[in-house]
Nanobody, 124 residues
Framework: QVQLVESGGGLVQAGASLRLSCAAS????????MGWFRQVPGKEREFVAA????????RYADSVKGRFTISRDNAKNTVYLQMNSLKPDDTAVYYC?????????????????WGQGTQVTVSS
């Protein structure tokens, strides 16, 4: 069993940066691939980024490539999403998720555990 708690969301202006954190409980955190997804009300939840456990491999949605960076600290049981050059279109609730696969998968049905989400709002 893994429990995930996101933090770091907030209200920022376009062009600003935020770093989201996802703290995981459970002894086997380092065995999971971790992903970030986001959802806007009325729209489907979409993939943002994912990272495998060691050796780390990453994958990004085209919409965030070059602006967002996913990383993890297995010693702290935490995964991060550094978001730079934020745009109003990045406004969403951001969720982290854990997958027992060791691939940076974009498929939501392969993620076994989900956090409660953190709101990110980017004003123009």
């Amino acid at each position: 069993q893994v429990q995930l708690v996101e933090s770091g969301g907030g209200l920022v202006q376009a062009g600003a940066s935020l770093r989201l954190s996802c703290a995981a409980s459970g002894r086997t955190f380092s065995s999971y691939a971790m992903g970030w997804f986001r959802q806007v009300p009325g729209k489907e939840r979409e993939f943002v980024a994912a990272i495998t456990w060691a050796p780390s491999s990453t994958r990004y949605a085209d919409s965030v490539k070059g602006r967002f960076t996913i990383s993890r600290d297995n010693a702290k049981n935490t995964v991060y999403l550094q978001m730079n050059s934020l745009k109003p279109d990045d406004t969403a609730v951001y969720y982290c998720a854990a997958s027992v696969t060791n691939t940076p998968t974009t498929r939501q049905n392969l993620y076994n555990y989900w956090g409660q989400g953190t709101q990110v709002t980017v004003s123009s």
